[in-house]
């Protein structure tokens, strides 16, 4: 069976495939673990430049109802896993909730006519708060109705509004995003990486921003094999022997 989200590696650039048309692109809790592996994976690369994309008609239905992860944030881009590197997502039919904070978390968003955001989450009844840092990418009060009222906001109208950088017609999002992203892959690395590093530190984040990645750190100690070591020390009275790991 194969994966519901793939990585290749050409021409120095990562392209990051949701590949479960199926189900509009939902994401499992299989999915969110691979975008978090292969955001760390791309970060650690050659790979001067990302081209987030999806197959079938739709980009992303948003979380998968049936089978959510516990910890989605670890599968969005510059929360889950710093990147230093640009990100380009290429958008075709709806991107819905984590759909759209993946849209969102990109540097660059190429769209095609048939695009359509929406956060529903106000009529789900949850929130997971990374989207707040909407505002300081949109306009606040765009931004706050787009959020609080979970209605659609179509290609163009998100194009206006600044969210996206580009409206093709339908079925050329992927192939411009993919010029852009070889155009990237041939510029200047370090100062693509230090224009990211620059932007990201001016622009404000949101509470859970900041506090999602703590919470993966404390995680990671409690996890780790220093742990069980120190706690085995402990117990039996003697030196801990810690490995960093």
């Not at 106000?122 to 209605?151: C, N, Q």
Request: proline content about 7%; charged content about 25%.
């Amino acid at each position: 069976m194969s994966p519901p989200i793939t990585y290749e590696a050409k021409d120095r650039i990562a392209h990051i495939t949701l590949r479960r048309p199926e189900r509009r692109n939902a994401l499992n809790a299989e999915m969110s673990a691979l975008l978090h592996d292969y955001w760390r994976r791309f970060a650690a690369s050659d790979e001067r430049v990302a081209l987030l994309t999806a197959e079938g008609d739709h980009f992303c239905a948003g979380v998968d109802v049936s089978d959510p992860s516990k910890e989605a944030w670890k599968g969005v881009p510059n929360v889950g896993a710093k990147i230093d590197k640009p990100l380009i997502s290429a958008v075709q039919g709806w991107a819905v909730g984590a759909g759209f904070t993946l849209t969102m978390m990109s540097d660059l968003c190429v769209v095609d006519e048939t695009a359509q955001f929406m956060f529903p989450e106000a009529k789900l009844g949850l929130f997971g708060g990374i989207t707040a840092s909407l505002v300081s990418r949109i306009p606040h009060k765009v931004a706050l109705e787009f959020l609080m009222l979970g209605e659609p906001l179509p290609a163009q109208r998100a194009y206006d509004v600044g969210l996206v950088n580009r409206v093709v017609p339908p079925g050329q999002a992927h192939a411009f995003a993919l010029n852009w992203a070889q155009r990237l892959a041939d510029a200047a690395p370090l100062v693509l990486q230090t224009i990211k590093r620059a932007t990201l530190e001016t622009l404000p984040k949101s509470p859970a921003e900041i506090a999602y990645p703590q919470m993966g750190y404390l995680k990671q100690i409690a996890e780790s094999d220093d742990y069980q070591e120190g706690v085995a020390a402990f117990k039996a009275r003697r030196k801990a022997e810690f490995r960093g790991s």
